[in-house]
Antibody
Framework: QVQLVQSGADVKKPGASVKVSCQAS????????VSWVRQAPGQGLEWMGW????????NYGHNFQGRVTMTRDTSTSTAYMELRNLRSDDTALYFC??????????WGQGTLVTVSS | QSVLTQPPSASGTPGQTVTISCSGS????????VNWYQQLRGTAPKLLIY???QRPSGVPDRFSGSKSGTSASLAISGLQSEDEADYYC????????????FGGGTKLAVL
């Protein structure tokens, strides 16, 4: 069973950047992808993008292209999501999830990012 | 506006069977399998059903899924108070270089 542990909550000003980490354990990190999903307060789930942990290839959601970068460090089994030029409507819970065999089968606990001046 | 369409709410009494629908299009549900997630208040989503009708280990058989054409549904039988949660359907969408798409979520109340 894969466990994903994310970094803690963060508060940023509009225009700043945030970088959220997601450390995996319990399975070989490079055998699956990691998707990032966010959830604005009281809203549904929105997929942000995916990274292939084996080769670093990425596929970003249309709404985030140009503002998001997903990377990984295989030495620490950690995936990262950086979102730039933050706006107030980027305030949300950000989740990482193992993307494996057509499903998101393990999720991190979520990281609350608040964007406020 | 979510790509997949779910009813915003559903309800039932303990012991009843409740069904939640999910409607999509050819590029997502029509061509790919459907997953369902349960999100209890204040927690991360949990995979409930994958590949239309498969349950991960540990998920009770009270939960079942089905798919037909561009629609899918989740059925919960023998409703229990702990089933009160938000439920999301999801599918891979082959448009725009490929992406996961979700329903807007259905809030289930156990009365």
């Amino acid at each position: 069973q894969v466990q994903l542990v994310q970094s803690g909550a963060d508060v940023k000003k509009p225009g700043a950047s945030v970088k959220v980490s997601c450390q995996a354990s319990g399975d070989t990190f490079t055998t699956y992808g990691v998707s990032w999903v966010r959830q604005a307060p009281g809203q549904g789930l929105e997929w942000m993008g995916w990274i292939d942990t084996f080769n670093g290839n990425t596929n970003y959601g249309h709404n985030f292209q140009g503002r998001v970068t997903m990377t990984r460090d295989t030495s620490t089994s950690t995936a990262y999501m950086e979102l730039r030029n933050l706006r107030s409507d980027d305030t949300a819970l950000y989740f990482c999830a193992r993307d494996f065999r057509g499903r998101l089968d393990s999720w991190g606990q979520g990281t609350l990012v608040t964007v406020s001046s | 506006q979510s790509v997949l369409t779910q009813p915003p709410s559903a309800s039932g009494t303990p012991g009843q069977t409740v069904t939640i629908s999910c409607s999509g299009s050819r590029s997502n549900i029509g061509l790919n399998t459907v997953n369902w997630y349960q999100q209890l208040r204040g927690t991360a989503p949990k995979l409930l059903i994958y590949s239309n009708n498969q349950r991960p280990s540990g998920v009770p058989d009270r939960f079942s899924g089905s798919k037909s054409g561009t629609s899918a549904s989740l059925a919960i039988s023998g409703l229990q108070s702990e089933d009160e949660a938000d439920y999301y359907c999801a599918a891979w969408d082959d448009s725009l270089n490929g992406r996961w798409v979700f329903g807007g979520g259905t809030k289930l109340a156990v009365l």
